[in-house]
């Protein structure tokens, strides 16, 4: 038996802060898919000014999978 080469997904802590890839990552989603969920208002995010990178709290992260349905 080997070892798998997926990765297995890490709880999503609320109080953590997470970069684009993170959050891509836990949410199982490309980079374009989380730029769209921002863009669109779904994941509160902070840039502090005159830095480039976005921050992304765990929290809005648990907030916005709530907030979702899924439909059958």
Known sequence: MGVSSEKRKQPIDPQAVYSRQEAAEALGVSLSTLKKLINAGYLRVSQ???V???FIKG???LAMLEQT???K
């Open 48 to 50: 502090p000014k005159g």
């Open 52 to 54: 480039r990178r976005i």
């Open 59 to 61: 929290e809005s992260i």
């Open 69 to 71: 349905v899924l439909e």
